[in-house]
């Protein structure tokens, strides 16, 4: 099997999306993550639902998640409201990660080894700079142990 | 609100499961990660979907995904099956992580805080050393969001 037999259809956000729009796909959507494409189209980055925390929360509790509880309950439920207006662009780290994207060639051995290094549930895959889809860890795992 | 109001029972593996079935448990509940519990039931550790892949990956393939394509696409498929008998003990990582577990009381920000900085989309939520349950990043988003 290689990465184009697991290919699903993924939905994804511009740099331009809100963030909170995000969150509400990856809420209402059940998706373990997004795949961002730029204004061509062509997969930007891939950001795994725990990293679209990452844009709502403030640094310093990123850095000690106990600092978080010095904000008081109202606050703490409303996290996400603190973004309203702001883009994923705006949010997105300045230091690149290395992406979980490889191509359609791509053995199981390979998605699982990419999943596994960059934290990912999410690989793009991507032919000639085009985004063909996305495979999820769920995918992977089903099919690997269907074989 | 606070954790204890997003808990939900989450199953668990031991350490002498063997990876296969924790592999296969992950697939069929869908679940985002697993809670390991030690032989008194209390969390050892959690593991995010990524992670139980790591159990199963060679270290070499982590280290450079890319070399994973000089391993044929029958072994490939098949790689899960060579860890056939062994255990999530023997599996885990020497070093320990720093692990996504809190206590009731934490906030919405906190659980956010530690998913974001742990990669886990699952945190374990522990009273007095004794697993409650755990909070899915699912479950935090649909409650922020509606908040």
Not at 54 to 72: E, I, K, N, T
Not at 89 to 96: E, G, M, N, V
Not at 105 to 123: F, N
């Amino acid at each position: 099997m290689r990465a184009r037999d697991l290919l699903a259809d993924f939905p994804t956000v511009a740099l331009d999306t809100p963030v909170i729009e995000a969150a509400r796909m990856l809420a209402d959507q059940d998706l373990p993550g997004l795949v961002v494409v730029d204004d061509d189209g062509s997969p930007f980055t891939i950001l795994p639902g725990t990293q679209v925390l990452r844009l709502a929360v403030p640094a310093y509790c990123q850095d000690d998640p106990a600092l978080a509880r010095v904000v008081d309950e109202a606050h703490a439920d409303a996290f996400l409201r603190a973004l309203d207006g702001r883009t994923v662009r705006a949010a997105l780290p300045q230091r690149p990660r290395e992406l979980p994207v490889t191509d359609p060639d791509a053995t199981m051995l390979e998605l699982a080894a990419l999943m596994a290094r960059t934290h990912s549930p999410l690989v793009a895959v991507v032919d000639d700079g085009r985004l063909l889809g996305a495979v999820t860890l769920q995918a992977l795992l089903d099919r690997v142990l269907a074989a």
